[in-house]
């Protein structure tokens, strides 16, 4: 009784030891699952700025198509003025201004392309450096979903442990109150025990015999 008694403290402190360290693991799980769930926001909002970063170098694309189509069209006409002007128009001074004017507004059409470039190639290299920070987070990832399986896969097997110490403390706790495992003769004689009918049983029965010496 007192063994088991013992085995039964031993198998309780190393249950509880056991459901320590599943919580600690479930402690450590959340955390692992709650930074993925801050990575995939992340990502998510990083490729929604990347779209919206696409979206805008189209428009940009499109507005410097249409400058430069307006550019090819300034310069036909400016071509023109300049053939009329050549034959000896009498509209030179006119011609002239007109001239001068879509000169302007080529210099104009020019910058701004130049601009609207500079903003593209902004946005491409801020596509890039988003790129390289979505990498970065998907390697993440994979380290936290390989972290994740490897604590929920000790956290299974510390719960078996568990429900395996519980089974032997429910088998050690019904040895000692219904004797179980025990034969017929030896639960007697412990129950006498338990409940004070007897006292101090020890001993093989053939030990407790005295047989004369001349009898043997």
Do not use: W
Request: aromatic share 4%; charged share 35%; proline share 1%.
């Amino acid at each position: 009784l007192a063994s088991s008694k013992r085995t039964l403290d031993e198998e309780k402190a190393r249950g509880e030891g056991h459901r320590r360290k599943i919580s600690e693991l479930e402690t450590t799980a959340k955390a692992n699952l709650d930074k993925l769930e801050n990575i995939e926001d992340a990502i998510f909002d990083e490729k929604c700025n990347i779209d919206r970063l696409n979206k805008d170098i189209d428009t940009i694309f499109a507005d410097i198509k249409a400058a430069e189509n307006e550019a090819v069209d300034i310069k036909v006409r400016i071509s023109v003025l300049e053939s009329a002007r050549e034959s000896g128009s009498d509209r030179n001074a006119d011609i002239l201004n007109d001239i001068e004017s879509y000169e302007e507004e080529a210099v104009r059409l020019d910058k701004s392309m130049q601009t609207k470039q500079k903003t593209v190639d902004e946005y491409a290299a801020a596509i890039a450096e988003i790129d390289a920070g979505i990498e970065e987070k998907d390697a993440r990832l994979t380290e936290l979903n390989s972290s994740i399986g490897e604590v929920y896969s000790e956290l299974n097997n510390k719960k078996i442990r568990v429900d395996s110490i519980n089974h032997r403390i429910k088998t050690i706790k019904a040895m000692e109150e219904q004797f179980e495992g025990y034969n017929n003769s030896v639960r007697f004689v412990m129950r006498q025990y338990a409940q004070g009918r007897i006292t101090d049983p020890h001993g093989a029965r053939c030990g407790t015999i005295y047989v004369p010496l001349s009898k043997i």
